[in-house]
């Protein structure tokens, strides 16, 4: 009954989105891997993202937990939305960490700062981003996160650049992914992925895909370590 009621959900976001996508009407493609890039999803949807059965759903708490996060770490949840993972980083990292939660949409960002004042915490810093640049410091970010949101950037090439710049040499770019090899996992085709495109969308950015996790109930978790810079 759960799974059915989130299906049922995800159609009506689903609905939603294709009305108040942030982006122009065509149906974009990546250029190096012909994948459909998915509309952003709306603020509007936004309570999809606090739903009560995503815990059972997905793990979001085990997926932290597998980031092994020390305390007083700096990481960067981008394509933040309602806070929902801004909330579980900052309470990893701790009072001595920093958690930069990004997104582009103004009403998400106000989303966060409620989030954050209601539960009391301090070390989340709300950024609001471009669609090509997140708008991060430069060489200062131990991880990066980004939960079912790689496959909605509008200028995917662009934005790992930035990413790139922002991650101290030692840091990590984590993908959460909806399967795509995967029928079973009741979400739209374009909002999920393969881990070969991914592999070779990043890849191209200067990034090395270091390990795969399959342990969450339907997606990838996803971990890239920075390498040399690609010659442009």
Do not use: C
Request: aromatic share 4%.
């Amino acid at each position: 009954m759960i799974v059915r009621r989130s299906v049922l959900a995800g159609i009506v976001v689903s609905t939603l989105v294709a009305v108040q996508v942030i982006l122009d009407a065509r149906q974009a493609t990546h250029p190096l891997t012909g994948r459909p890039i998915a509309p952003v999803m709306s603020h509007l949807g936004a309570d999809w993202l606090d739903r009560p059965e995503r815990e059972d759903e997905e793990a979001p708490s085990r997926a932290v937990a597998l980031l092994a996060l020390k305390p007083g770490s700096v990481v960067a949840d981008v394509g933040a939305g309602s806070g929902y993972m801004s909330e579980k980083l900052s309470r990893a990292v701790g009072p001595s960490g920093r958690v930069y939660a990004v997104d582009i949409q103004p009403e998400m960002i106000a989303l966060i700062d409620a989030r954050m004042k209601n539960a009391g915490l301090a070390n989340i810093v709300t950024v609001l981003g471009e669609p090509d640049d997140p708008k991060l410091p430069d060489g200062q970010i131990d991880l990066e996160l980004m939960v079912d949101v790689y496959h909605e950037l509008q200028h995917p090439q662009i934005v790992l650049r930035h990413l790139r710049r922002a991650l101290r040499p030692d840091g990590r770019l984590v993908l959460l992914e909806y399967r795509k090899e995967d029928p079973s996992v009741p979400i739209r085709e374009e909002h999920k992925m393969t881990v070969a495109d991914a592999k070779a969308e990043l890849e191209a950015e200067g990034f090395r895909l270091a390990d795969v996790n399959e342990a969450l109930p339907r997606q990838h978790v996803l971990v890239f370590t920075r390498t040399a810079a690609p010659d442009r």
